[in-house]
Each structure stands twice: as C-alpha cells, then as structure tokens.
C-alpha cells in the first residue's frame, strides 16, 4: 500500500518531503552540543541568559536557544605593544609589557565588557604610567619585580568584574631613548674601568703584602737557622772542651798513679834516704833541661855522686 502511495505521488511533493526531513534533522542536530575540555559557553533564550555549559554533551531548544560566547578556559599570554610612559625625573621611555591571565567566569566575561583585550590592554597602560610616573629612571631600570607586583594587584582588582584573573604581568623590555642609552653605556664603561682599576690596585696590593710576608718569613727562617747553627756550634765546641777537659783530667789521673804506683814500689822496696836524694839530683837535671845557665846545688846534694855510683853497684851486683 505505501509503495502504491508513494508511486501515485507527485514527484514534486516527494522531494518536499525529503527536504523537510533533512531541514528537521538538521535543526535537531544543532541543538546537540558537545563542550569540550577547558572550554565554557554561554546560552541565551530569547536574547536573555539562561545558563552556562561546561564539558560535556548539552541540547538546546531549537530557535529559541542560541550560543551567546564560547569561552576558552586555559590561562591566556596577551603581548601588548611599548608604551611611552614619563619618569619622575622626566625621562621618556617604551615599555612593553605581557599579561597572563585566566578567565574564572564565563558569564561576566561575556557580559561585563564589550572589548575584554583591548580593555586589558588600555588598563595596562594606564596602569603602567601611573606606576612608573612614581619613579626615576635608575629605579625603573632596577625595580621590575616591584612593577610586576603593583601591576598584577591593580590590574586583578580591575578585571575582576570582568570575570578573568591576572596571574602574572612581566616587563618585557624597557627601552629608554637613544641618548639615555649613550649616557647609561658611557657610565657603565667608566665603572667597568673603575672596577678594574679597583681590582688591579687590590691586586697590586695583595701582591706587595704577600711579598713582604714572604721575605719576613724568609728572614725569620735565616734567623733561626743561623741561631740553630750557632747553638750546634757552641754545642760542638761545649762537648770538644769537655772532652779535652776530660781527657787532661784523665792524663793528670794516670800521671798521678804512676807516680803513686812508682812511690809505693819505692816504699815497699826499702829505699833508704841515698836513693831519695838521687832522685832529687833527678828532678834538678829536668829543671834544668838543658838550657838552664846557672843551677844552685844544696850543700846536702855534693855527695850525691857518689851515693849514686855506690847505689848502682849494689843494683848491678850479681847474686851469689
């Protein structure tokens, strides 16, 4: 039967229908979305807000509903264009700045300003003038973090009715004029010099003293190496005069002893007074040794010549 209805049909309302089937799927098909990850949208119904759709599959109605904004999620880099900002002390200067920042509210971003970039950007340069307008140019070129930080306070208060959150603000470069640079490279080379100079005196300076150190310590040791020699030395000599003294008080001991030695032979042999006298006859030839020119001989010694003949007979006479 439908194959009768639709043969009897005219070709013109056929294609229609086919039309109409695919208007209708079509219309279903865009009131399916998908969100995906990091990103929101903001639906409208008849021009007015309705809600906010996060990740996932969402439906719509169909002519009343539209997507108002899609809104990326994921933290933003905005680089703006140098800005000419004026110093405290009246120094021309271009800044150029770059802003990271992060949508938190889909809804305020879609309705809180028509503009949010270029609002972003204006406010940073405002901004950015206000601050620097409170510092001279050496602060400028040496207080970047603190610009940073003022900067990322103002703006986050700023935009914060605008749904996004400054996370960071970073000075990309300053760039001061042509002149300033000339004067500010000069300054820099005459410092670089100075510290040279500086260095090389220091230099020089610790050279010398180490020098000086050098020789004292060289002087110290020569010092204590004489006075070591000398006390070797004296040392030396101490122990030879000792040994010296030690030898004569061995010599006179020995002496001594002979001569003990010989008086007690002489004692226990008896010898009577002739013998003794002899030996002072004896003792007066090494007196005189020689070289004596005048001798005086005792009384008691003029017959010692004859008490020696007398002794030697006795002591060469054979025994019976």
């Known amino acids: 039967m439908k194959t009768l209805v639709l043969a009897e049909m ?4 056929f294609f229609l229908i086919i039309a109409l089937i695919v208007v209708v799927l079509i219309i279903l098909g865009s009131c399916i979305r998908v969100v995906p990850q990091a990103t929101a949208v903001v639906l409208e119904r008849l ?6 759709w996060d990740v996932g599959i969402h439906f719509k109605l169909p002519v009343l509903d539209r997507v108002a904004k899609r809104v990326v999620l994921k933290e ?7 800005q000419p900002v004026i110093t405290k002390d009246n120094v021309t200067m271009r800044i150029d700045t770059v802003v990271f920042f992060q949508i938190t509210d889909p809804k305020l971003y ?11 950007e204006n406010l940073t340069a405002t901004t950015l003038r206000n601050i620097i307008g409170d510092l001279e140019l050496d602060e400028t070129l040496t207080s970047r973090e603190i610009i940073n930080t003022k900067m990322r306070v103002s703006l986050d208060q700023a935009t914060d009715p605008w749904g996004i959150k400054v996370n960071r603000v970073e000075l990309k470069n300053i760039i001061p004029p042509a002149a300033i640079q000339d004067a500010m490279e000069k300054q820099m080379k005459a410092e670089r010099e100075r510290r040279e100079a500086i260095l090389r005196a220091e230099g020089e300076k610790k050279s010398t003293i180490l020098v000086a150190e050098g020789k004292k310590e060289s002087a110290i040791l020569d010092a204590e190496a004489d006075k070591a020699a000398a006390i070797l030395a004296a040392e030396a000599k101490k122990e030879a005069m000792v040994k010296e003294a030690e030898g004569e008080a061995e010599a006179i001991l020995k002496v001594q002893q002979a001569n003990a030695d010989g008086l007690r032979f002489l004692k226990e042999a008896g010898i009577d007074e ?4 002899l030996k002072s ?3 007066l030839e090494k007196v005189a040794d020689g070289k004596a020119t005048k001798i005086i001989i005792p009384s008691d010694v003029q017959n010692l010549a004859g008490i020696a003949t007398s002794l030697k007979e006795v002591v060469t006479e054979p025994k019976a």
């Open 281 to 283: 006859l004896e003792a």
């Open 76 to 82: 933003q880099v905005v680089d703006f264009a140098p």
């Open 10 to 13: 005219n070709p013109g309302t």
């Open 274 to 277: 002739a013998v003794i006298k």
């Open 110 to 120: 879609a309705y809180g300003v028509e503009n949010p970039i270029m609002a972003i």
């Open 47 to 52: 021009g007015a807000y309705v809600a906010t």
